[in-house]
């Protein structure tokens, strides 16, 4: 597996070895060694999610405040660009971002670690992310900043939608990092 850094060093894009020929492909999806050697320590992911969303839908941004989550997010169909944004006020990073193109057909994944929120916007036609977490979903703990915040300044790439993104009535509500429940 190869690591690639981002602009934030404790994101990670992971390019797993994929074996293919005429008949289609193998690569080795989660491996708990090689993961825990590539981040020097042991991870536990408890809980395997997947959505699906249509093109111009932009999730996020999430994370759980109480019950951080670190997520191992990949693409099984379609293409995202996916985010992160440091939310930790004592991180020299605190308030910046990295963003990625994630694409079913490259298996790149991006790991995001506790302290950090997360959002993705669907390129193609339809995307379906798979993301493994540390932690269980605890919906009274969930938590958003706005995706558009003017302080984030994150350079989604909605020039290749042809208008503003698709969002939650939750989503098209959060807050800004200003006055967000944040990370200490």
């Known amino acids: 597996m190869k690591v690639h850094p981002t602009r934030l060093p404790e994101v990670l894009l992971l390019e797993p070895r994929v074996f293919g020929d005429e008949r289609g492909f193998f690569f080795e999806s989660w491996n708990q060694g090689v993961f825990d050697r590539l ?97 269980h979903q605890i919906p009274e703990d969930e938590r958003a900043v706005a995706w558009n915040d003017p302080t984030l300044a994150i350079a989604w790439p909605l020039h290749q939608l042809g208008g503003p993104p698709t969002l939650s009535a939750r989503d098209a509500a959060a807050p800004q990092l200003a006055g967000a429940d944040l990370f200490d």
């Open 39 to 135: 981040l020097g320590q042991e991870v536990r992911f408890v809980q395997d999610n997947h959505s699906r969303s249509a093109r111009g839908v932009l999730r996020g941004l999430h994370y759980q405040r109480t019950q951080p989550q670190g997520k191992l997010v990949r693409l099984t169909a379609g293409r995202v660009f996916d985010v992160a944004v440091d939310l930790r006020r004592s991180s020299p990073r605190f308030g910046q971002w990295s963003g990625v193109e994630l694409d079913a057909n490259d298996h790149r994944q991006l790991w995001i670690p506790p302290g950090f929120g997360h959002g993705f916007l669907v390129l193609s036609d339809s995307a379906d992310v798979v993301y493994k977490v540390t932690g």
